[in-house]
């Protein structure tokens, strides 16, 4: 399950291991149910995360162009993931470090 | 840029990135849950695609369906195609196959379920998403290929989206998808228009060319085969394969025996004086295009609309014919069971008719010879300009591969430089992947241990360098 971390005026979600298309869409039920105009940052935290479904990456872009540009960032993506959010051209629309 | 097109390619283009993170095992899964399922409805798939078009024969769009399927699969399971393909140490040479990205797969009127199944499992074997567009007379039945395709990739595991088909689409719709900036390459097996447009939307794009396929039944020929493989060929799903022969070519040594032979196997020899109402009938006398009425249909049923009597089991319509070329309709590629005749006095003269045919509409497609003399054989195939030069096979069977020839199995044949495509192969998996070459040290010492001042003395010519680079390497 994927975890939500509340610091202020930032929300971090810490992604599993396996974002399959499963659990992507439980993750954006989740994540439709937190009041994001609140956050004036949002980040994922992908550390842990190794595969990510094509329904994760549409929740990043959908995510990306409710919220102001600059509110969602990406972190802690490996190497794998990094080549995957650029085919998908994720990296063109919110912060990936 | 259209909304539809944009949503297209973005589900592609997500697709895409998640099918990158597959390996060799997952993908090769998918692809067996693909072939299985698009085999099990081989016979519904036929019978649309029948009732649909008008076009062929349904018993033979159930065999075209086992090709696509059946054949297609074997000739490409074993294929490796994700990760690292070849390792070879001894060249400091290793080989990454990468997927292109999504795939425009444009599909004919005249095999709308098999090539649409072909093009499908080519795609998933090398990761790559497919956005089907089929002919728009053959919709309901290459949408109901992919959308069994589709569901069996999702049961296997495949991306979201890796499968899509399009219903009814403008032709700015596909204007728009084929100029994407996201689409990676455009498959465009069909019409001369269509494949012109895909070259000129500035996306790399694998074409195919017309075909007007030549039989030359050589004097040293086995009479009654070729006469019997010609017919197995010609009259597949009523001629709509476009390597099918057009016309045949025989010596006059043997003309008659090869005449009567086709009688005895229920073909029908068209006389003089009807030979204009059939190429008035068969090709449109403003383009030189073959009419959409007589396309697929059998012989019997264009012999009627020709005004021509024949016999109901008629199986193919034969039209001599003394030239090549526009004022002879006939000499065209027509995908029906139409053949063109031609009576030649000797090899160098049924030579030069067969080139005249080949240049005709049909260069770099395929070409045909029944012979059992290998010097005549290789002289044939030196002096036509085909992908495909087909020896003692039906033609239409020997160029899709698989079944009378080693070639690969598929659907949508290359036909060279002279017909605008970049290659003459039957194309398959290895088309559809961006081959990345990792290069290790591997000096080159004669090179590298030449005195490069040389090179730098204007005087000395090549004749000069050429023995100085090679002292002691000889």
């Keep these: 399950m994927s975890t939500f971390r509340e610091d202020g005026h930032q929300l971090t979600c810490v992604l599993d291991e396996r974002l399959d298309t499963l659990l992507s869409r439980s993750f954006e039920e989740e994540l439709e149910g937190k009041p994001l105009d609140r956050y004036t940052d949002l980040i994922f935290d992908m550390e842990k995360v190794q595969y990510v479904s094509s329904s994760f990456l549409r929740i990043c872009i959908k995510t990306a162009k409710q919220l102001q540009p600059g509110r969602l960032s990406i972190i802690h993506v490996s190497p794998v993931i990094l080549k995957i959010l650029n085919i998908a051209n994720i990296t063109g629309i919110c912060r990936v470090e | ?474």
């Design chain 2, 1 to 474: 840029m259209g909304v539809l097109a944009d949503d297209i390619i973005q589900q592609a283009i997500l697709a895409a990135a998640e099918f990158h993170q597959f390996g060799q095992e997952a993908t090769d899964k998918i692809v067996k849950a693909v072939y299985e399922a698009a085999f099990n409805n081989r016979v519904h798939l036929a019978r649309m695609a029948w009732e649909e078009t008008g076009i062929g024969r349904w018993e033979d769009k159930v065999i075209k369906n086992v090709v696509g399927t059946h054949l297609v699969y074997e000739d490409i399971r074993n294929e490796k195609t994700v990760g690292i393909i070849s390792d070879d140490p001894d060249n400091g040479l290793i080989e990454i196959a990468q997927p292109m990205g999504p795939v425009l797969a444009v599909i004919p009127v005249t095999n709308p379920t098999s090539t649409t199944i072909f093009k499908i499992l080519i795609c998933l074997k090398t990761r790559n998403p497919i956005i089907v567009c089929p002919s728009k007379k053959a919709a309901k039945c290459s949408g109901e290929a992919a959308r069994i395709c589709y569901k069996a990739a999702l049961k296997a595991g495949a991306p979201e989206g890796c499968i899509q088909w399009i219903g009814s689409i403008n032709r700015e719709t596909t204007h728009q998808l084929m100029s994407h900036k996201g689409l990676a390459l455009i498959l465009a097996t069909g019409g001369g228009s269509l494949v012109n447009a895909a070259y000129c939307s500035g996306t790399p794009s694998i074409g195919v060319g017309a075909g007007n396929v030549p039989v030359f039944i050589e004097k040293s020929a086995d009479v009654p085969f070729a006469v019997d493989q010609i017919l197995i060929s010609k009259t597949f799903d009523n001629g709509t394969i476009c390597a099918s022969e057009q016309a045949v070519v025989v010596e006059q040594s043997i003309a008659e025996s090869v005449k009567e032979e086709f009688l005895s196997k229920k073909a029908f020899f068209v006389s003089n004086e009807d030979l204009p109402g059939l190429a008035k009938t068969a090709v449109f006398a403003g383009t030189g295009l073959m009419s959409p009425e007589v396309v697929g249909k059998s012989a019997a049923f264009i012999a009627g609309l020709a005004g021509i009597e024949v016999p109901e089991d008629t199986a193919l319509l034969i039209a001599p014919q003394t030239a090549v070329g526009s004022a002879h309709p006939l000499s065209s590629e027509i995908l029906a069971p139409i053949l063109a005749w031609y009576e030649v006095p000797d090899f160098e003269s049924a030579i030069k008719t067969c080139i005249q045919l080949n240049f005709h509409g049909g260069i770099g497609h395929t070409v045909s010879i029944f012979s059992n003399d290998e010097d005549r054989i290789r002289y044939f195939a030196l002096q036509m300009n085909a992908g495909r030069i087909l020896v003692n096979v039906p033609s239409s069977q020997g160029a899709v591969g698989g079944m009378f020839t080693k070639l690969n199995t598929s659907f949508t044949l290359g036909c060279g430089t002279g017909g605008k495509n970049i290659t003459t192969d039957n194309v398959t998996v290895r088309h559809l992947l961006n081959i990345q070459r990792v290069l290790k040290r591997r000096e080159n010492s004669q090179f590298l241990g030449f005195d490069k001042a040389k090179f730098l003395d204007e005087s000395l010519t090549a004749e000069d360098i050429w023995p100085m680079y090679h002292k002691n390497y000889l």
